[in-house]
């Protein structure tokens, strides 16, 4: 059960007081008669919800993925600066956030949803969940960043990094590299290139767990994860 104006609210039709506003003029019925409560409770699975003449139906969870593009920051909202939410146009509920962080710098793929315990699963270290980047650095990516990467690397934290896979794509003075972690530490994948005395100067997140960026998506595209992802995220 759930109270029709945060039914109505959650779906995007309107804010709160503008679906109280709604419900007052007669503009949403339930079973084909005119609600006259904000707090009458609803049966999404059962009854039938209309605006205006136009069936509402509820979704309690949504699932997003994003091409993040640089310049925006992860965050459902900021006073300053352009957030990942503010590219989802036309998707009005309120209750969508980010499954963890992107730099601002950071590129890629980011899951946008309003499902918290998918979201604690994705993020949380003890789940081990992978997290692959494709990163361009300076300075000759080695073997021997391999080896230190695999041992778990000291990025100043309190407790070194878990271990890391790194692939050589590429080597030279500036190199390409792809990189697997399972955290999601405060700038980490750079620390741990400067911790090994690179920069990182280009940095896109390919993939988090069983789901890979749709390269088809423009930068700041997104499109609804499909049933087949979704089953095999959660």
Known sequence: MIRLDKYLADMGVGTRSEVKNFIRRGMVTVDGAAASRPEQKIQPERQTVMV???????VEFEYYM???PAGV????????????????TGKKRKDLFPVGRLDKDTEGLLLITNDGELSHR??????HVDKTYFARIQGRATADDIRAFSE??????EKPALPAVLKI???????????TIQEGRFHQVKRMFEAVGKKVIYLKRLS????VLDETLPPGGYRELTKEELERLC
């Open 152 to 157: 778990g690397i000291d990025i100043g934290d």
């Open 52 to 58: 205006n003449g136009s069936q509402v139906c509820y």
């Open 73 to 88: 920051v992860s965050a459902v909202t900021d006073t300053r600066e352009k957030t990942v939410l503010d590219l989802l």
């Open 208 to 211: 988090m767990g069983s789901v």
């Open 122 to 127: 994705l993020l949380s270290p003890s789940k």
């Open 169 to 179: 794509l590429k080597t030279g003075d500036t190199s390409e590299v792809e990189i």
């Open 66 to 68: 994003l091409n993040k």
